[in-house]
């Protein structure tokens, strides 16, 4: 299967967020004629780097079938050395030419961030990848997870030569989405 360009994927996260948002879903879970080729190798049309809110599946939302999206889901949708050798990992070895690092309404993280952090030495690492997008400072939840969603696109980017060099030479994109709650729509950047 061909890899499609950054701008189609992105149409198609697009469409199938539209058919999520209107009850029209029908990707979850379906693999059809795709099942024997799946059991040999992947070839996912995009990379989402996502918060691990349970009320934000990534594959749901954009109403994708199984192994159609390469998902990297932490707390906080964060550009930490794990989550950036994921996603190095696809667009290395898949092809894969379109990253989405999605942020996502009332994120947990963010707020934890806000209010300054835990007691856990892991939590607090984890708060310090927010940090940045706390300034300046902001009171409003969803402004601080868009420009955290910023911020660590932006992480991929200047910490991941494989990803800058697909980006210069292989025709790779990163975008970021904010996805919300209240009516299931995701805009994007």
């Known amino acids: 299967m061909e890899i499609p360009t950054a701008e189609e994927a992105l149409e198609r ?4 967020n539209e058919r999520f948002k209107s009850g029209r879903a ?8 795709r099942h024997e080729r799946l059991i040999q190798r992947q070839d996912p049309f995009a990379i989402v780097l996502s918060c691990s809110d349970s009320r934000a599946p990534t594959e749901i939302i954009f109403d994708t ?7 990297v889901r932490v707390a906080g949708n964060v550009a930490n050395p794990s989550s950036i050798a ?6 290395a070895n898949i092809g894969t030419k379109l990253i989405v690092v ?5 994120c947990g993280a963010v707020s934890a961030a806000m209010e300054g952090g ?3 030495k892991n939590l607090n690492l984890l708060m310090s990848y927010i940090q940045p997008a706390l300034e300046p400072p902001e009171q409003d939840g969803d402004i601080v997870a868009k420009r955290n969603a910023r911020i660590n696109a932006d992480r991929l980017i200047s910490e991941s030569d494989i990803i800058r060099g697909a980006i210069e030479d292989d025709g790779v994109r990163v975008v970021t989405a904010f996805f ?3 009516d299931g729509a995701v805009e994007f950047d």
């Open 13 to 16: 996260l697009k469409q199938g």
């Open 118 to 120: 835990d007691a856990s």
């Open 26 to 33: 029908v990707g979850a879970g379906r693999v059809g004629s």
């Open 102 to 106: 999605m942020a996502h309404q009332n």
């Open 86 to 91: 994921s996603i190095e990992y696809a667009v």
């Open 180 to 182: 919300r709650f209240s």
């Open 65 to 71: 079938r199984l192994g159609d999206v390469f998902v």
